[in-house]
């Protein structure tokens, strides 16, 4: 059974950071790419960063270009969002995947909440 776990959100101030990780299981982590998304309330769900399955390539949404970054640990099942000069236009719930955007390969695990506000 596939699972998605995400966490480490929470409430920061603006310039803050956030490093979120998602543990994944079920399936053959190493051989997957995988991506960072966010959603909004009543609104789609849009690709934040992208990590290739040795982690050599990665690729950021213009928003969060320079802030963001993407890693992965192949032997944890592991992949991060370390998220630094954060802003409230942040503010989402952040979700894991396998694969390339804009579709996730398996169902959405629960997602973690970031709140940038003063």
């Known amino acids: 059974q596939v699972q998605l776990v995400e966490s480490g959100g929470g409430t920061v101030q603006p310039g803050g950071s956030l490093r979120l990780s998602c543990a994944a299981s079920?399936?053959?982590?190493?051989?997957?790419?995988m991506t960072w998304y966010r959603q909004l309330p009543g609104k789609e769900r849009e690709w934040v960063a992208f990590?290739?399955?040795?982690?050599?390539?990665?690729n950021y949404a213009d928003s969060v270009k320079g802030r963001f970054t993407i890693s992965r640990d192949n032997a944890k099942n592991t992949v991060y969002l370390q998220m630094s000069s954060l802003k409230p236009e942040d503010t989402a719930k952040y979700y894991c995947?396998?694969?390339?955007?804009?579709?996730?390969?398996?169902?959405w695990g629960q997602g973690t909440q970031v709140t940038v506000s003063s």
């Open positions: 995947n396998a694969g390339p955007p804009p579709y996730g390969a398996y169902s």
């Open positions: 079920g399936f053959t982590f190493s051989v997957y790419a």
């Open positions: 990590i290739s399955r040795s982690g050599v390539n990665t």
